[in-house]
């Protein structure tokens, strides 16, 4: 008898050991475990360790409070102006009250889901199919706060709402695509056109420029020839002066070496007459002679006439 006590005793103080740990919970970083006494809230308990009654107290749920998100398949909504799309949205959620996670609503995914559906047709009900298109950030914003303001007594707060993909009809698609086609080529013309005209603008600004600088080059060369031609003048009137006087003054030293030789008055009046004469140079029609060169001339001549007498 004693060893069978013994071995219940042992088997006793086992099954207590075993309660004993399992009423020991260890809760990790962002989860949190929502316990229930007797099928009744009891506590919520966040990261650390934790003990439980035992039989009285379990672990109603482990909730897992980091972000989480969810991809909802296409939702067909009809817009404005009666376009029927489909649309698919990504919502980013996190629980941050885990109570009223667990007994605010049954199946939370699936009540966020159609309320992402209800929400996305009320929105896009009141727009058209080009603001659709465009109004990507504003259906985003709006959905999110009607979301955040609905989830917030399930205990969830919605961060996020993206419009992942918006499908149109085929027929839309195409009328788009063609759309899009004639704006490209138009804004290919125009550009074509910009760019001719600016080229046929910068070829007559050249042409102009030419003109500028050919008629600017004829001014400057007919100013040189027209210099030229003066210098040149000048440099002519400047030799014809300077032979003249040189001659002149050879003239004068030769009538002044005469009379340094002692020649008298005739043969310096005659050199004076042949220096008249290539003054003259066979050009001149008229020479005035000085009065006394007039008298010796008219002596020469009278004694030219006494000579030729006395010869006959």
Known sequence: MFGIGAILGGIILLIGILVVISCIRVV????????????????TWSTGIHFKMPILDRVARKVDLKEQVVDFAPQPVITKDNVT??????????????????????????????????????????LELDQT????????TKMRASLDVATDP???????????????????????????????????????????????????????????????????????RAEAQKEA???????????????????????RFLKEAGADEAVLTMKSLEAFEKAADGKATKIIIPSEIQGIAGLVKSLAEVGAKEEK
């Open 28 to 43: 990790r970083q962002a989860q949190a475990l929502v316990v229930e006494r007797l099928g009744a809230y009891q506590a």
């Open 154 to 224: 399930w205990g969830i707060k919605v961060n996020r709402v993206e419009l992942k993909n918006i499908i149109p009809p085929a027929a839309i698609q195409d009328a788009m695509e063609k759309q899009m086609k004639a704006e490209r080529e138009r804004r290919e013309a125009i550009l074509r056109a910009e760019g001719e005209k600016k080229s046929t603008i910068l070829v007559a600004e050249g042409h102009k420029e030419s003109a500028i600088l050919d008629a600017e080059a004829e001014k400057q060369a007919a100013i040189l």
């Open 133 to 140: 298109l465009t109004s990507r950030e504003t259906i985003n």
């Open 85 to 126: 799309m489909r649309i698919d949205t990504v919502v980013f959620y996190q629980i941050t009250d885990p109570k009223m996670f667990c007994y605010g609503v049954a199946n939370p995914i699936m009540a966020i889901e159609n309320l992402t559906a209800t929400t996305l047709r009320n929105i896009i009900g009141d």
């Open 233 to 255: 003048m000048i440099r002519r009137a400047e030799g014809e002066a300077e032979a003249i006087q040189k001659v002149q003054q050879a003239n004068a030293d030769g009538i």
